[in-house]
């Protein structure tokens, strides 16, 4: 199996990590923005981090990919079966690919890929209303929901938890960490959940790319 992309897109490391967590092994492509490499862009048409291949079949969209992966080898089961279980498994991934991302996207790109990647100045502007107006409400949202297990769904890990913890190491790249004194449960799930196998070695890898 293939997964094309970059890890330091928040897509790509939940798709690793998910992948990490099934006890799969997968080769990781690596593949810059909008590249036009041709294996790349049959598995993903628009571009899009991550690709995928799994011998003759190719698709793009973590979603899709986990959803494909979770079909196929079903344990140890990251999306429960359980409807309300699964409901809101899904909403925690959708929670986290959208809302948080969307947050998350204004401070890295304009903090770490335009300048670093594009070689052109970020707005600092939209990069500060990332941080200060739309990632405070979203970790308060945190704060109220993430249970005394650690874990947002069933008291176990699930692809809730893998989604959701995933942005949070592009804001840490930014130098933005979870304030423990305001929300100290958002704190100590985000860190656990990092510090798992599964994201630890990836995580390192990508501060030792940043810091070159």
């Not at 899904?90 to 070689?119: H, Q």
């Not at 600092?124 to 308060?140: C, Q, S, T």
Request: proline share 8%.
């Amino acid at each position: 199996m293939i997964v094309y992309g970059s890890s330091l897109s928040p897509f790509v490391r939940k798709t690793l990590a998910y992948i990490s967590e099934k006890g799969l092994t997968v080769e990781l492509k690596p593949i810059a923005l909008q590249a036009a490499d041709p294996e790349f862009r049959e598995a993903s048409p628009f571009g899009k981090m991550p690709g995928f291949r799994d011998g003759d079949f190719a698709i793009s969209d973590s979603t899709a990919i986990i959803t494909y992966l979770e079909a196929k080898h079903p344990e140890p089961a990251l999306i429960p079966a359980e409807p309300k279980a699964r409901a809101r498994t899904v909403w925690y991934e959708e929670f986290a690919d959208t809302i948080l991302i969307a947050a998350m996207g204004k401070v890295f790109f304009n903090r770490v890929v335009s300048p670093m990647f594009l070689g052109k100045p970020g707005d600092m502007a939209a990069a500060e209303a990332g941080e200060k107006v739309d990632f405070p409400p979203l970790i308060d949202y945190l704060e109220r929901i993430i249970p005394a297990s650690g874990f947002l769904v069933e008291d176990r890990l699930t692809l809730a938890d893998l989604a959701v913890a995933s942005p949070f190491v592009n804001f840490a790249h930014c130098g933005i960490a979870v304030d423990v004194a305001r929300h100290p449960k958002t704190a100590a799930y985000v860190d656990t959940i990092l510090a798992r196998p599964s994201f630890a070695p990836i995580i390192a890898q990508e501060k030792r790319f940043l810091a070159r």
